[in-house]
């Protein structure tokens, strides 16, 4: 094997720890509830937090990746990880759970940018990098899929702790090699990161989501205090933001005007809502629903996670050749409506065989064929001076949408003191997600084919008045944006 496939595993198995334990917790979530005596409305920080920490600092990671070098930061990401990772299985309280759980999201959000900022550097070629990237996003897509089946199996025999104890060993691995293989960078940027707008965007989303999960309160006033912090941090964003825009920018403004990114960007916060909602709802209804144990509830997933590295090995640079990007997504999409609406059905006729139907087309199709062309969509169109950046924004979107969907799914949660009842308004919410996502791309599309007719339909210049042969839609001037 060469070095560089070697270095892009390396990469992917970071990603890979991440995205497992966005999955793997659901199904110990019974566990730790009963250990710490939890009602069922608090025990869901320990989701909401991670994704909110990791979508919140992703876009510092990227910056921090730029200024101190993507082996730096990769490297102190997983480390990290690992350390929290141990603190949160060795956790003797909630609240000191909750806290390495958060602090592992900031991890990750370290992990994750420079980790694709690596693949980019080693994989140049624009065929070479599709492909790298692609592979890099399958591992993501299917430590998602396969955290719920390892998740159930591991709480069950070996503990819930071991949920966590079981990043330790691969990331042992991953630093390792990483500090060995990876090179040093030479030229780094000298501009440093808008610290202080990371950590106003991470207060801010966290004070959303609290706001959400306070909804069914807005009698009782107890939103008031919760609002009042969120005028607060919008308005120190919005004066920082004028002040220092120009000089140390958080997000490069150019960027927002990259049509491709935009799109990704809407897709991966549907797809973030939907999956990350599914995770839960899916642990709650095989557990407490249909009275199943973590164990077995594990190995009637474990399928989907096979499907899904299938899906992500054979099938899907085909898919992608012949649909190409935004006919991929729309594809995945379509398949977690399909998976959305199986479950309804499965819910409403407390039928096993519906609900394995629905895991399939979520976990095993849906999730690996999203998430993979979301990402390629994405960064098309980025210069590779911002692909960190880029991919930055991406996965925030993703996470941003997953801590606002699964606090707005769990106020139409059925609880009743410790436990919580799946009915079908939380899954119709599900499939609105997914709907959201298909209508969002349909619009990218159909944008996108009346830029490419338009530039089909100008015609070529007067050759006199023209020093080169180059076609005048082909010319490019400032301001203009690129199309795929």
Known sequence: MSKKNIILIIASMGIFVEALDIAIINLAVPSIQKTFSLTGDKVQWLQTLYVLFYGGFLIIGGKLSDVFGRKKIFLAGCSLFLITSLGAGLAGSFEILLLFRAIQGLAAAFVMPSAFAIVNYYFTETHERGKAIGIFSSFAAIGSGGGLSIGGLISSYWGWQWVFFINVPVLVVVIVL????????????????????????????????FIIHLLPNLAQNKLILPGLAAIMVVCIFIVRYRIYHRKEPLIEPTLFGIRSLSAGNGAFIALGAFFTSYLFLISIILQQDMHFSAAKSGLLLVPYSLLSALVARFMLPGILAKLKVVGCALLGMFCMLAGGLTLFAAVEYDNLTLLLCAAAFISGLGMTICFTSFSVLAIQQVPAAHVGIGSSMTTTAYFFGGGMGISLISIFMNHDGFTHEVGKLPIAILCLYATAGIVWLLRYGRNQSRDISIMKEIPYPNADSLTSPTPLANQKKPGDRLLL
Do not use: H, R
Not at 179 to 207: C, F, H, M, R
């Open 178 to 209: 990483a500090a060995i293989l990876l090179e040093k960078e030479n030229k780094l940027q000298t501009q440093k990161p808008d610290i202080l707008s990371g950590l106003l965007l991470v207060a801010g989303l966290v004070i959303l989501s």
